[in-house]
C-alpha cells in the first residue's frame, strides 16, 4: 500500500495528515481535500498534526481556509506540533495532543538571497521590503498565537525568545496550560 493510497483512504474518513516539513506544497495538497471534504459535508474533519514546522505564509492561508470553511476541524498532534504546526494547530476549531507529543516556537525566520555589500538602490530597497514583510509575518504569527491561546502578546514573545534563545520545548500538559491545547488525551479512536 503507498502513500497516497493510504491518504486517500483517510480523507474518506474525515482524516487529513499534515507530516514533515511544512512546505507550500503540502498545506495546498491539505487545503485542497479540506475545502473538498468540506463541500461533501458540515461533518468534523481532523488534521493530524506532526511537524518540524515550515514556511509561515502558506500556514497562515491554511488557518484561513479553516475559518473560511463550514466544517469545523478538530487538530490532534501526534508527535511534534513545532513552529509553523504551533500556529497551525491555533486555527483548528479544538485543539488536542496525545501525551507525549512537544510544542516548540521561535522567531519567524526568513532568507534573503542578497549582498549587503552590493551598492545596487534596487537590490536595497527589495530587502528592505523583504524585511518588513517578514517583521509583518511576525507580528501576525505572535497575534494569532495571542488571541487563540489567551496569553498577551508580551507572555508570546518571551515564549518564543525562550525557545529561540534555549531551544526551549514544551510538553502536551505545559502547552495545554498555556493555551495553545484544549486538551491532552491519551487516545483517540482517529481511524
Known amino acids: 500500500m ?5 491518504k486517500e483512504q483517510l480523507t474518506r474518513k474525515r482524516v487529513l495528515l499534515l507530516r514533515g516539513d511544512v512546505t507550500e506544497q503540502a498545506v495546498e495538497e491539505v487545503r485542497v481535500r479540506m475545502v473538498t471534504l468540506a ?3 458540515t461533518e468534523e474533519i481532523i488534521l493530524a498534526i506532526d511537524t518540524k514546522g ?3 505564509v502558506p500556514s497562515l492561508w491554511l488557518v ?3 475559518r473560511l470553511i463550514s466544517a469545523p476541524v478538530k487538530g490532534i498532534v501526534n508527535g511534534r506540533c513545532f513552529s509553523a504546526g504551533v500556529m497551525i494547530l491555533q486555527g ?6 496525545t501525551r507525549h507529543s512537544s510544542f516548540y516556537l521561535h522567531h519567524v525566520h526568513g532568507t534573503f538571497p542578497y549582498s549587503l555589500r552590493q551598492n545596487d538602490a534596487q537590490i536595497k530597497a527589495r530587502l528592505a521590503e523583504d524585511l518588513r514583510e517578514a517583521r509583518e509575518q511576525d507580528k501576525q504569527v ?5 488571541k487563540r491561546s489567551g496569553q498577551s502578546r508580551q507572555t508570546v514573545t518571551v515564549l518564543i525568545n525562550e525557545g529561540e534563545k534555549i531551544n526551549r520545548f514544551y510538553t502536551a ?4 496550560k498555556l493555551g495553545f491545547v484544549d486538551k491532552v ?6 481511524f
Open 2 to 6: 503507498n502513500t497516497e493510497s493510504v
Open 142 to 146: 505572535r497575534d494569532l498565537l495571542s
Open 173 to 176: 500538559l505545559e502547552a495545554k
Open 39 to 41: 463541500l461533501e459535508s
Open 64 to 66: 484561513d481556509t479553516m
Open 54 to 56: 515550515g514556511v509561515n
Open 92 to 97: 483548528c476549531t479544538t485543539r488536542v495532543a
Open 185 to 190: 488525551i491519551d487516545s483517540c479512536e482517529l
